[in-house]
């Protein structure tokens, strides 16, 4: 039984310092539920508060929808908070509320650790050209089906509404 209790203190101790983060066939949800439990144990309050708020919203889309999430809808479910964080802190910002601004600021932070790596500017420019030209793309009546290629494709790893900017000056070009 000590040698049990050893081994699992290694193991805690490895995973709150950084070791063992992402296991290849770790899932992202549970990748999130060990990151809270790390946050606990390190006693990182605003961490925690962010990660708790992440897993309610993922079990209340679960609950909802009567499914189990994979990655991507986890992802989507990320996604829509960290645009709510940024409307908060541009709100706050308006308002002159430094200090509301700071806390969604750090909850942005924490969030953005489990979106995917985002596509470089170039790398985005190159898809909305591909989807002008896999859907035929010939003028602005056309952005619906460009929109849809690209949402499917791009979908937590670029910026949409600045999808939407390129797709729509592509096509007023075409």
Same mark, same amino acid.
């Given at each position: 039984?000590?040698?049990?209790?050893s081994?699992?203190?290694?193991?805690?101790?490895?995973?709150?310092?950084?070791?063992?983060?992402?296991l +290849?066939?770790?899932?992202?949800?549970?990748?999130?539920?060990?990151?809270?439990?790390?946050?606990?144990?390190?006693?990182?309050?605003?961490?925690?508060?962010?990660?708790?708020?992440?897993?309610?919203?993922?079990?209340?889309?679960?609950?909802?929808?009567?499914?189990?999430?994979?990655?991507?809808?986890?992802?989507?479910?990320?996604?829509?908070?960290?645009?709510?964080?940024?409307?908060?802190?541009?709100?706050?910002?308006?308002?002159?509320?430094?200090?509301?601004?700071?806390?969604?600021?750090?909850e942005?932070?924490?969030?953005?650790?489990?979106? +995917?790596?985002?596509?470089?500017?170039?790398?985005?420019?190159?898809?909305?050209?591909?989807?002008?030209?896999?859907?035929?793309?010939?003028? +602005?009546?056309?952005?619906?089906?460009?929109?849809a290629?690209?949402?499917?494709?791009?979908?937590?790893?670029?910026?949409?509404?600045?999808?939407?900017?390129?797709?729509?000056?592509?096509?007023?070009?075409a």
């Amino acid at each position: 039984m000590g040698l049990v209790r050893s081994i699992g203190r290694l193991f805690a101790h490895l995973s709150m310092h950084g070791h063992f983060l992402e296991l +290849p066939s770790m899932s992202l949800k549970a990748r999130i539920t060990e990151d809270m439990k790390n946050a606990m144990r390190a006693k990182d309050s605003e961490r925690l508060g962010t990660i708790r708020l992440l897993l309610a919203a993922i079990k209340q889309r679960e609950v909802d929808e009567r499914i189990e999430l994979d990655d991507d809808a986890v992802i989507a479910v990320t996604d829509k908070l960290i645009k709510q964080r940024k409307d908060s802190i541009s709100q706050f910002q308006a308002a002159g509320r430094e200090d509301l601004a700071a806390k969604e600021a750090a909850e942005l932070q924490v969030l953005l650790e489990y979106m +995917p790596q985002q596509l470089s500017a170039e790398e985005v420019a190159a898809a909305v050209q591909a989807a002008v030209a896999e859907t035929g793309a010939a003028g +602005p009546q056309d952005m619906g089906r460009v929109m849809a290629v690209l949402k499917a494709k791009l979908a937590g790893r670029a910026d949409m509404t600045a999808i939407s900017g390129l797709v729509k000056s592509a096509l007023v070009k075409a």
